[in-house]
Nanobody, 127 residues
Framework: QVQLVESGGGLVQPGGSLRLSCAVS????????MGWFRQAPGKEREFVAG????????SYADSVKGRFTISRDNDKNTLYLQMDGLKPEDTAVYYC????????????????????WGQGTQVTVSS
């Protein structure tokens, strides 16, 4: 059974940090491009960060560049999003997703390029 399960969300003060995890099962995680998206109340889902299936190339939304870092541990079948310098505008439900391009050296930034999604984890940045 294919599963993507996010964890690590919560309430944090502005300027704080969180690390989100996405535990994957049911497919060969190592070679698939992965990404993080977020959706705030009343807004459309937006791209946050993406990583290639091989080679380690990554891309970030301008709004998080320099503050967030995407990484993956292929031995643990887990995708991460390290979030530092959090701002109230980062408040959203965060989703991890898989793009179905096996062994691709590209990252993907559009939600329609992803076929599998987790259930999301809430991140709230507030004092």
């Amino acid at each position: 059974q294919v599963q993507l399960v996010e964890s690590g969300g919560g309430l944090v003060q502005p300027g704080g940090s969180l690390r989100l995890s996405c535990a994957v099962s049911g497919f060969t995680f190592s070679y698939y491009p992965m990404g993080w998206f977020r959706q705030a109340p009343g807004k459309e889902r937006e791209f946050v960060a993406g990583m290639a299936g091989i080679g380690g190339r990554a891309s970030y939304a301008d709004s998080v560049k320099g503050r967030f870092t995407i990484s993956r541990d292929n031995d643990k079948n887990t995708l991460y999003l390290q979030m530092d310098g959090l701002k109230p505008e980062d408040t959203a439900v965060y989703y991890c997703a898989r793009a179905p391009y096996y062994k691709s050296s590209n990252y993907f930034t559009r939600s329609r390029d992803y076929d599998l999604w987790g259930q999301g984890t809430q991140v709230t940045v507030s004092s």
